[in-house]
């Protein structure tokens, strides 16, 4: 995972730029990544297009995963400014930053990472929510969310949800997002991730009224990212139960993610020792959704983190990402998200939570 990682939306690091001039010989000053003519990958007669698009991706991945793995905590930690843009509903240009942080070590096998963000004085508008594999928190420290179809809420959290959902934001708009475990979901917030799944819940209702005041409060009163982050540090601590989720379960759910949703649920289920109807039900029970379900999303984010940086290639980032052809992913887009992956470009990109399509 690139954890700690936030990029703006044109990637211009010099340690990915020789990684691909080695092995595809890009020499396009311009920092965009250009293939030679001839060379190691493209001259190999065996080799299709799919394939160099494939080994393109994972030398783009790696090279940015080893230019950043001697940072330090507090640059991981760091706030990150991104581009200012303009809303495609033609409102006034949007000025905003993220922020990304890994918790405190106690925290990390329950929380993935925080995210944090802001926009000055803008109204987004609508934006899609998409589905994610984590266990979704937001803190609110602007004007409330208001959830198409739900409701209001200063802070909530989201369980697995196979479907995008349409936020309103207007005014301020500043939070921090949590990635929370489904497997952990019992260990901070007391609740399987099943009681939430498809749904959202305002924060107070899981962790209690005083809690939540506390937290609210703290934050406010934080000056920086990096304070924001340790209150919660600070906050979480406190809420860890001891509980352990099913062997089998958490195996399918590593399997699962680790590759990107590739992986057969019926070799699944008999690597395990279980029938696939059995570890149907029971990884449903804890998390809420099917493991197929898990599958499509995992194979749906990898997407969205390709599409970042190759906007322009739709058909190699299907292959990459592991779908029949450009087709199946725009149709599997279409019933996830609501829109076609053109779409979602067009109007969304550079994202606001950029943050999120870094794992």
């Known amino acids: ?22 092995a595809m010989g890009c020499t396009d000053r311009r920092g965009s990544f250009r293939p030679a003519r001839s060379g190691h990958l493209t001259a190999n007669p065996d ?18 995963m080893r230019t950043h793995s001697g940072m330090s905590h507090d640059a991981r930690r760091r706030r990150v400014r991104l581009d200012s843009r303009s809303s495609s509903k033609g409102m006034d240009r ?39 594999r984590y266990v979704t928190v937001m803190i609110g420290l602007g004007s409330p ?18 479907r995008a959902v349409v936020v ?16 952990a979901t019992r260990a901070i917030l007391g609740c399987p991730a099943s009681v939430i799944a498809n749904g959202v819940v305002a924060l107070a209702d899981l962790i209690g009224t005083r809690t939540n005041a506390e937290l609210h409060e703290r934050l406010h009163e934080a000056r920086t990212w990096e304070q924001c982050f340790g209150v919660l540090d600070s906050v979480l601590q406190r809420r860890i139960m ?27 289920a008999t690597a395990i020792g279980w029938s696939r109807r059995h570890l149907t039900q029971c990884f449903r029970d804890e998390v809420g959704i099917t493991p197929k379900a898990v599958a499509r999303i995992a194979r749906f ?19 990459t ?39």
């Open 1 to 22: 995972m690139w954890r700690g990682l936030l990029l703006p939306s044109t990637i211009r690091l010099p340690a990915v730029h020789r990684v691909l001039q080695a």
């Open 242 to 268: 001891a509980h352990a989720p099913t062997r089998e379960v958490a195996f399918a759910w590593r399997q699962l993610t680790a590759c990107h949703g590739s992986g057969k649920v019926g070799a699944l």
């Open 321 to 359: 990402a592991g779908y029949h052809d450009q087709a199946h992913m725009t149709h599997e887009w279409q019933t996830i998200a609501g829109c076609t992956p053109k779409a979602w470009i067009a109007q969304e990109l550079p994202f606001l939570q950029d943050y999120e399509f870094v794992a």
């Open 47 to 64: 080799r299709s297009k799919a394939d160099v698009q494939k080994m393109r991706y994972r030398l783009l991945r790696g090279a940015v």
């Open 94 to 132: 949007v000025s905003f930053e993220t922020a990304e942080a890994l918790p405190t070590p106690c925290l990390r096998p329950f929380v993935a990472r925080y995210g944090a963000y802001r926009a000055r004085a803008a109204d987004l508008g609508a934006t899609r929510g998409f589905p994610s």
């Open 145 to 162: 969310f208001q959830i198409a179809g739900i409701g209001s809420f200063t802070s909530f959290v989201a369980g697995l949800h196979e």
């Open 168 to 183: 309103e934001s207007t005014g301020i708009v500043a939070g921090i997002h949590l990635f929370l475990d489904p497997l």
């Open 301 to 319: 984010e990898h997407a969205c983190s390709l599409l970042r940086y190759e906007p322009r290639d739709l058909a190699g980032v299907a292959i």
